[in-house]
DNA sequence: GGTCCGTTCAGGGTTTTTCCCGGATCTACC
DNA sequence: GGTAGATCCGGGAAAAACCCTGAACGGACC
């Protein structure tokens, strides 16, 4: 523990819901936490935490701009000493895996209590692996099944512009020439970014695809 | 009004997140509110409002078993003294038009700040009809609409057992030829139930169908 | 300059889907 | 017995999707 002040642990609390983050830094603070800072997206915590140096960094995943997951690479990268707990209202595996990946320290599912809360982050800026129940043991097996084979593991597939732009219509049902009409495109050339996008995913089709747009939210706006 | 305390709006506040649950009630307490009750699931819900009957249920749409629209329509049967104020995390407007449809007196996005929150409560006590911006329109024009179609709606249509089966399989991404082998069946028999099925709901490829299916939960189990 | 990558287009192939049709049971209901 | 619907099978044909390939352009980076 690296905390500036003598006992206190240094806390900041990132949440773009106002009342949610106001209320966790409050409780917080009513049991003997030293919260710093709070902020409301990626890029704010990104710079607010540079400044304050907290022990332990409440990030919600579910931020608006900048990601949570994107939040906590950045943070866990400029600040070793700092400890991200990630707080999210999904308990949902991949969300996990990414969190843990980007350097998050910990996972607590927004249905835990105030003193479950408490103890997660005192256990975190001590340096203890805090997990949801059944998490812990997810991340164990991946980091297993990780360590079978030497240096693989799913390459984050990251789409280039056109290729999300064209998931979203596809994911919407249209077809290739439709999705060329909108636009302004060869059908040819969507066919293209649909299979480019196949491949990336490892996905076999376009229900397959319209299904992981769906779950990571590309479906919406 | 008609709360049984003299100046007091008395509130019941329903979330299954103990911390945003617990922090709501705390900060509406602090603001000269009689917090009546709180509970985490729809069922506690609509027990516990009959028995303490608040001026305001503020309910979360998103909670595990007894879904709070359900619950919502239950409190405002019962209680037409009661009314209820809903917080929820999406603004997606069928969500809105349902709980509005169940009897909700308000909707508010849960970005919404502490001052907000305490307001909407205020008038929402008062009979006044509160919406986060841009709703407020959303629901008056679906009104309108309404009012214009004598008494319509989509008529539910309604699929055969084996064109479920059949969908069900669809929405995971599976082949005609896949599915054919997992149901013992002519890969021809499952594209004809692909095409009555698709005819039925008024779609046109296996994308819709997909998205159909994931909306109306048949891609679950 | 050279290389990489994103974006665009297209040829040429196979497979799958989409759409129309007819026919065969079986069951249920009038 | 007739009729209707659910279930099964199939033919045929056009469209779309899937898969691989090459190629051209511009921007970024070394």
Redesign the interface.
């Known amino acids: 523990m690296t905390g500036s002040d003598k006992t206190k642990v240094s806390v900041m609390v990132v949440d ?5 983050r ?3 830094a ?2 917080l603070a009513e049991n003997g936490f030293d919260v710093r800072a709070t902020a409301a997206d990626g890029a704010a915590a990104i710079r607010i935490s540079r400044a304050v140096r907290p022990d332990v960094v409440l990030m919600d995943l579910n931020l608006g701009e900048t990601s949570g997951v994107d939040a906590t690479r950045e943070i866990t990268a400029a600040l070793p000493e700092t400890k991200v707990l990630v707080l999210s ?1 999904s308990g949902e595996h991949s969300d996990v895996l990414e969190a843990v990946k980007a350097g998050a320290s910990g996972y607590l599912v ?5 003193t479950e ?1 408490v103890d997660a982050v005192l256990r975190t800026a001590a340096g203890d692996p805090v997990f949801t129940a059944g998490l812990a043991g997810l991340v164990l097996g991946e980091y297993r099944r990780m360590a079978d084979s030497p240096s693989e593991g799913p390459p984050p597939p990251q789409l280039t512009e056109r290729e999300t732009d064209v998931l979203r219509f ?4 249209m ?1 290739a020439r439709q999705i060329a009409e909108k636009l302004v495109l060869s059908h040819r050339t969507v066919e293209n970014h649909v299979q480019s996008t196949l491949r990336k995913l490892q ?9 992981y747009a ?1 779950e990571h939210g590309l479906d919406e706006e």
């Open positions: 773009d819901h106002p009342i949610w106001d209320g966790v409050r409780d209202a927004k249905s835990a209590s105030a809360l596809v994911a919407k049902g077809t996905l076999h089709n376009r229900v397959e695809l319209a299904r769906i």
